[in-house]
């Protein structure tokens, strides 16, 4: 059974880090794009970060370049997202998504709220 488990969110002050996981199982983890998306209160689910298969390539979005960080382990079948300078407007559902020809898989999603 195939699945993505994030975790790692939580509540965070503005200015703080938080480091998302999230675990694979089910699937050869490895032959697989990793990325890292996001969704707001009444907004659309917009991609954050992506990762290659071995990590050689990685793409952030505007909005978090320079303070977020995409990751894996591929020995441990798990794809990271270091968040630091965390601003209010980076409060969401963040979920991971692996991707190989034409195979996607969601995970459920970690809350990150960053509020004082």
């Known amino acids: 059974q195939v699945q993505l488990v994030e975790s790692g969110g939580g509540l965070v002050q503005p200015g703080g880090s938080l480091r998302l996981s999230c675990t694979a199982s089910?699937?050869?983890?490895?032959?697989?794009?990793m990325s890292w998306y996001r969704q707001a209160p009444g907004k659309e689910r917009e991609l954050v970060a992506f990762i290659s298969i071995f990590g050689s390539s990685t793409n952030y979005a505007d909005s978090v370049k320079g303070r977020f960080t995409i990751s894996r382990d591929n020995a441990k079948n798990t794809v990271y997202l270091q968040m630091n300078s965390l601003k209010p407007e980076d409060t969401a559902v963040y979920y991971c998504?692996?991707?190989?020809?034409?195979?996607?898989?969601w995970g459920k999603g970690t809350l990150v709220t960053v509020s004082t």
């Open positions: 998504k692996a991707v190989q020809s034409g195979l996607t898989y």
């Open positions: 089910g699937f050869t983890f490895s032959s697989y794009a």
